[in-house]
């Protein structure tokens, strides 16, 4: 699992950009809107984060899009440190360019950007019976850390994670080396 997948003609990996905060806002509430469809209705329905929010989540993070012909975002990718793991907050791909290989692309460029930080490991936490989320995940070569064996603060940021009403056994806690 190294290196980055070639991406369908017309997409490329790059940085974000301040100015694209309200364009990565919709794409985040597009993709939540799929886990209707999977048994969690309450996080489609979420309003979406307001910029200030969103630049209070991604502050002192990687963030990384995969912007389609036109420049525009129609994915992205924010990661960060969590006790020593470069730690997978959230990947969005809007549903208009799913399945063609972004979600797999953000992942493994995030963790070529662990890599050249040095970190050792990356972790994340997702639902567990979600096709987008563990089994997805699983197939990039994470492998699922149960809690109890999680250090300190992979063990925090599960819980934090935790949405409201969704039990614990939903969620899974994964990790997998960088490959650095």
């Given amino acids: 699992?190294?290196?980055?997948?070639?991406?369908?003609?017309?997409?490329?990996?790059?940085?974000?950009?301040?100015?694209e905060?309200?364009?990565l806002i919709a794409v985040e509430t597009a993709?939540?809107?799929l886990f209707a469809d999977h048994g969690y209705p309450a996080l489609a329905d979420e309003p979406p984060r307001t910029p200030k929010a969103f630049a209070r989540f991604t502050a002192g993070t990687s963030v990384l899009v995969a912007?389609?012909?036109?420049?525009?975002p129609a994915g992205f990718?924010?990661?960060g440190?969590?006790?020593g793991y470069f730690y997978l907050m959230e990947l969005s791909v809007d549903p208009a360019h799913g399945r063609r290989?972004?979600?797999t692309a953000l992942v493994l460029a995030a963790l070529g950007a662990a890599r050249r930080l040095a970190y050792r490991d990356a972790a994340l936490s997702t639902f567990r019976a979600v096709p987008f989320n563990a089994p997805f995940y699983g197939k990039l070569g994470f492998s699922e850390l149960e809690p109890a064996h999680a250090p300190p603060a992979l063990l925090a940021r599960f819980k934090r994670e935790m949405p409201p009403g969704v039990e614990a056994s939903a969620r899974v806690l994964m990790v997998r080396r960088t490959g650095a």
């Fill in 67 to 72: 912007e389609s012909r036109d420049a525009t």
């Fill in 81 to 83: 440190d969590v006790g």
């Fill in 31 to 33: 993709a939540a809107r």
């Fill in 1 to 19: 699992m190294s290196g980055i997948p070639a991406l369908p003609a017309g997409y490329a990996i790059r940085a974000a950009r301040p100015d």
């Fill in 21 to 23: 905060v309200p364009r």
């Fill in 77 to 79: 990718v924010v990661g």
């Fill in 101 to 103: 290989g972004l979600g």
